[in-house]
């Protein structure tokens, strides 16, 4: 019996030695949960036959240190949760590994290649789509004509009034004279072709007492259609008093469509010192081709194009379970639900109780090496007394066949 006892022990032990092996081995590996081996005892009755290992488990709930990486489409959980992804076999699984990239059909995967599972996400559409795989479209961007441009700034209360005479009718070829005019600024404005157009507005205080500045526009060098010129009016602490301050222009730039272009004047001061711009900005672009694709911390799949845009078109969710040491593995690194996790809840990265992104970062093992070389020592003084019994007990059967 005591032969039995001691190789059910070193049976149990080489069990224990495989899981410090793998822990020690994945001490590097990113997202990785260390294992534990647990002992119980055999009986048969109230006889005990030995030990054996009754169970394995992880420590999923402690996380690892966050390593930097510098790649935008990396990212660990700061706090409860579980990035989603989705088999080739339809299998939901949970991980915490963020390494990710867009495979050959344009969908988000994951480092083992499972597709990752999130809300799509339409320019121009507020409410997300319903949860499923995430699709980074690689089309090219049509163009959007410019609606709106924003412009704010601090129109100089010390300038004089112009002493020249704006033209009624300036041509590209001949444009306002300097003396016109008190400052100039360009937007950078498109078409529903995508073809960028010039809108030059041309300041001028209407005189050196008054507190109004006139505003003269100009398109691709011509007068606009419509909307020009409008006189902006100031209090005498420099605030506009303009409701709205805007400006609606209007142009054909044929063959595309005609423009109307509404401009903003919302923020612009007239206080004395140097004329400065802190807003000039028209919305609208031109025609971008796919040239990339990065993650947002707050866990939106941003596509980038080449004429500067970028666009949310997913959102990763996070899932968290109310007794996630429960999941049960796949792998080291990832696991699939069961019955004893309890309500699993998906959100977006930082709501609910979901843990915030940091990207470009990755969460490393939560092996510690120091308690792993502990308990290998451990298991080898375990193993050796095990040893000992059988050859101990070889010894006696030994003596008392001689004795025979």
Known sequence: MSFNIALSGIQAINEQLNSISNNIANAGTYGYKAQRANFTSMYAGSQPTGTQIG??????????????????????????GFFISKTSTGQEVYSRVGIFTKDGNDFLVDSAGHRVQGAKLTPGVAAPGPKGDIVVPTTTLEAKASTEIDFAANLSADWKAPTGTFPASPTAATPPDPSSYNMSKTTLA???????????????????????????????????????????NFDSAGKLLNAPATNNITFAPAPAANADIMVDYTGTTFQAGEATTSTNVANGYTTGQYVGVELGSDGKVIAKYSNGEQQAVGQILLATMSNED???????????????????????????????????????????????????????????????????????????????
């Open 55 to 80: 169970s394995t488990t992880q420590n999923i709930s402690l996380t690892g240190g966050v390593l930097n990486t510098g790649r935008a489409m990396d990212a660990s959980i700061d706090g409860r």
């Open 190 to 232: 498109f078409d529903s072709q995508g073809k960028s157009h010039t809108v030059t507005q041309y300041f001028a205080r209407t005189t050196d007492s008054s507190l109004d500045v006139t505003v003269h526009i100009l398109v691709d060098g011509e007068p606009a259609a419509s909307g020009t010129p409008v006189t902006l």
């Open 326 to 404: 429960a999941l049960t593995p796949v792998n080291d690194t990832s696991w699939v639900a069961n019955g004893n996790v309890g309500t699993i809840t998906e959100s977006n990265p930082g709501e609910s109780v979901a843990g915030s992104l940091a990207i470009a970062t990755l969460e490393g093992s939560n092996v510690d090496i120091t308690s792993e070389l502990v308990g290998l020592m451990g298991s080898q003084r375990n193993y050796q007394a095990n040893s000992k019994v059988i050859t101990t007990e070889n010894q006696m059967l030994q003596s008392l066949m001689q004795a025979l």
